[in-house]
């Protein structure tokens, strides 16, 4: 054993047996590579990783060729000090020297090989290196044996190079002109520029691999409310469609994985994340609640339902990821091998009727759309009507039998951010399907989080795993995103405590992320470990960024609670989507929706009943939950409540139960008919 055996994250206790002598990022590793007088090899991945989204490497394959040979161990435990690092766990590591990495070689990826000074400095980048040279890629041991060549023999060249990408990457600090916010010009050049880039013929934007396009989405939806654009409304609704209906989507099991490697949504890159499956869930059911669609409804509560089913924690908080391979039945672990089905299987579990029907209506050929003749399960569109029993007799024989198989291995880590993302996602769509259960699961989460990564001062840590908390702060997306899982909630069960909660993370936001005199975020605290660049990256990817997740949570508090320190730092975060929005509307998507919802107002609504329960309160409050109008914060309660500061001064009409609409400083006349408030906050 190396020095990983201790640690929680299942992404380097994966490496733990390594021969290679691994070091967890920290000082400690810094002090002895400077002992030594050995250049550290920093090797980056995280646990569920299998294939790369640019060069199609295994990601655990370099582990197997070169960290498992002995020869290749000893070679790197004698002249290099070697660190592993989850980038799940230390999202802040990997983003600095992603960031170097891609400005040298134009592309990045997972594994990540950087080569740096005992100074953390990096002078050698690469991503995976095979053991023997392939396709112009010298191989990983003629890689160390340069390395090792120039740090023996050109230390001042090594000392220059890692110099200059150091400076390189402190000039590259994000300036982005006035801190105006993006208005109606802005918006309009984003919506433009999403529209040359997509593909009208298959949803989504660009070419392979797609990567479904959640926060891209929200905005859409969220224009169309303010605004009626059916274009935006039809972007996202085909969009949806596709992906529900492409092989992306477990039509199993209920789940989205990570991409599709094709442009027709047909192949997906077989892991589950939890992040993609709580924004996707949390997008279906706002699609429900703008159009009614079916297939969005089932979509939301399927995803919602896997995502309690298989990924939430004995302590009640959500796992990670499932991995993308799994054993195939003969002992070799092979992507995709749990969801895959050929013809021959559909008959051995349904007999060759149901098989018939069931190829047919899945679209499993004889041919295969995935490797070896097997099938990815899709609904391609057809023309006649199926039987409903029966599909639904043949989807559940099909997802029984598949459970025999031997399922992909899961990352138990619990990480605060996608956790905050679970909660807001099932506090919402628990309430709009009045699932009481996935609210319940929602809480459990939350609890979690205050009860194990919450001390005393509100500070987070970003991860937990088996009940124990992991050693590393949280960066700014815990903090944004715990906080929009919060307000989520308060909206959701009208308890002020979670409101109180949210208050307290972006309490810290204000303080230790903001840049007082420009309003700029960053990724790591200012008392956060030092690294060689503190990261800052608005641009949102696999997830909300830090930065435009803060901005959304920020203008919700303030909504709530009129708090103008809170929506005037929200305002100066959005002056960096008035500068990228227009150029890379792609990369901004949650950044753009709560620009809608900053236009928009938002709306505040606070329904005052005489108890939670009475049918009168509950209509009125599903009614509010319900509206479309972008970004409105919602508060429930009895009208002596102090649970929540927009209650405050809200009586009863007549005795009835009753809502309050109010955005800008002005508030419609109170109602107590669903209907007008329905239509108060269509948009």
Known sequence: MNRLADSQSPYLLQHASNPVDWWPWGEEAMTEAKRRDVPILLSVGYASCHLRVLLIYWCHVMADESFEDEATAAYLNEHFLSVKVDREERPDVDAVYMEAVQAATGQGGWPMTVFLTPDAEPFYFGTYFPPAPRHGMPSFRQVLEGVRAAWADRRDEVAEVAGKIVRDLAARELKYGPMDVPGEEEIGQALLGLTREYDASRGGFGGAPKFPPSMVIEFLLR???????????????????????????????????????????????????????????????????????ELARRVALETADFMVRELRTNEGGFASALDADSEDGSGRHVEGAYYVWTPDRLAEVLGDDDAQLAAHYFGVTEEGTFEHGQSVLQLPQHEGVFDADRVESIRRRLLDA?????????????????????????????????????????????????????????????????????????????????????????????????????????????????????????????????????????????????????????????????????????????????????????????????????????????????????????????TALLGTAPGAVVAVGTPDSDELPLLADRPLVGGEPTAYVCRNFTCDAPTTDADRLRAALSG
């Open 223 to 293: 224009h169309h409310a303010r605004t009626g654009s059916e274009g935006a409304l039809q972007m996202a609704q085909d969009t949806c469609e596709r992906m529900a209906r492409g092989g992306i989507y477990d039509q199993l099991g209920g789940g989205f994985a990570r991409y599709s490697v094709d442009r027709d949504w047909i192949v997906p890159h077989f892991e589950k994340m939890l992040y993609d499956n709580a924004l996707l869930c949390r997008v279906y059911a706002h699609l429900w609640r703008a159009t009614g669609s």
């Open 402 to 622: 598949r459970s025999t198989r031997p399922a992909p291995g899961r990352d138990d880590k619990v990480v605060a951010a996608w956790n905050g993302l679970a909660i807001a996602a099932l506090a919402e769509t628990g309430a709009y399907f009045e699932r009481p259960d996935l609210v319940e699961a929602a809480l459990a989460a939350a609890d979690l989080l205050v009860r194990l990564h919450l001390d005393d001062h509100a500070r987070l840590s970003r991860t937990s795993k088996d009940g124990q908390v992991g050693g590393n702060a949280g960066v700014l997306e815990d903090y944004a995103d715990v906080a929009e899982g919060f307000l989520a909630l308060a909206s959701v069960t009208g308890e002020g405590v979670w409101l109180e909660f949210a208050g307290f993370l972006l309490d810290h936001v204000l303080t230790s992320f903001t840049d007082e005199e420009s309003g700029a975020l960053y990724d790591t605290a200012v008392d956060a470990e030092q690294l060689i660049r503190r990261p800052q990256d608005p641009t949102d990817n696999a997830t909300p960024s830090g930065w435009s997740a803060a901005a959304g949570a920020l203008l919700g508090y303030a909504a709530h609670t009129g708090s103008e320190r809170h929506r005037t730092a929200a305002e100066r975060a959005l002056g960096v989507v008035k500068a990228l929005g227009p150029r890379a509307p792609r990369f901004i998507g949650w950044g753009l929706a709560t620009a809608e919802a900053l236009l928009d107002g938002p709306r505040e609504v606070a329904v005052v009943g005489p108890a939670a329960d009475h049918p009168g309160t509950k209509a009125l409050h599903r």
